[in-house]
């Protein structure tokens, strides 16, 4: 009989999937809901000794960025003293490389994963993430054919790039891999990326490479001069869009906008609605116990999260709670303190998301999600606002962006939220004594006082 584990008091973890550098990949089952998911397991001390944390905390930052339909969903990130846990979207069909792998494929299905890839990877450039590692292997299929990029491990976020305002780091498959970036000089992600699609489109309707030799440094020299050979049976519109995509000059290559203004291109194409999927959970409460005696203990509707004092400035600081590796840094006017009652917090808020006429749910008795009105420049924008509770008289109220644009949201916080509830605001996070980063007493008296 298969060997089953229970993780966390929320997942079946069954049979093994597949195997990485520094993970095993197993597949899993919600214990309530029963979605299949896959869970991928990391060892911390093995990352440690190689000196790999950081690559996997800006994986995880990378991945809860991009949420979109055709880029495989982090759902979760649990740890143990021990181990890490990305529970994922489990995606049924295997590699789009598998499918290349029996042949070409036909035109019109070229076109609609070319499509998909595009689509994503525009997403994810508009938010300052370069995957830098496209390829066939890391492009997945789901059980309707719909293709999902996968392994962000060796991605870029804008904090990597240098004051030339380029990155430097070689890195990526050889054969998809840009010719600025084989050159060990500065790139520029985006357009690296756009190269590495171009790539992609051959294989695809070819079913081989551009650029193949035995001998790595002919295949290198072909890659810088952009020299290969279209197949009889490319149609002249494909051609024509290969021909802009596998540009040497990085200047002279063809844009995403360009791109999707592109004859071929366009036939067929709608584009994704990126903003409709649900924002993952991120209460990782059980994060720091043995993985045997992992429980999870249902919060009572009655009152809100409660965190003591060393829990929050901890979760502050960026090294203890792993809900900080999901942002880089968690932003000021973001986060404030308050004495009010939760209760009051919530009817505040909420009432003043009414005033701006944003929808507004509650998820739990102290979390709500409100949702703008227009569209902005990615979908409306939509927003978690969470209180906790510190102390018997102290309450911590978190916002974050659920979907939209970044600046939109920040507008948000600066110029409608913040002016609106400051007659419940205590202090907000980075302004004076609320800056965790430096200054944590006033919360430390503040649990001092109520011991």
Known sequence: MEERHVIFGKYEMG??????????????????????????????DQVKKEGMMKQIQREISVMRLVRHPNIVELKEVMATKTKIFFIMEYVRGGELFAKVAKGRLKEEAARKYFQQLISAIDYCHSRGVFHRDLKPENLLLDENENLKISDFGLSALPEQLWQDGLLHTQCGTPAYVAPEVLRKKGYDGSKADIWSCGVILYVLLAGCLPFQDENVMKMYRKVFKAEYQFQPWFSTDAKRLISRLLVADPERRITIPAIMRNHWFLKGFSRPMAFSIQEPSTDNTEQDQDLDSCSVVKPKVSSPKFFNAFEFISSMSSGFDLSSLFETKRKSGSIFTSKFSASAIMEKIEGVAKGLDFKVARVKDFRVRLQGPCEGRKGKLAVTAEVFEVAPEVAVVEFSKSAGDTLEYSKFCEEDVRPALKDIVWTWQGDNACNTDNNNSHLEDCELQNL
């Open 15 to 44: 049979r093994f999937l597949g195997k990485g550098t520094f993970a095993k990949v197993y597949y899993g089952k919600h214990l309530v809901t029963g979605e299949s998911v896959a869970i991928k397991v990391i060892s911390k």
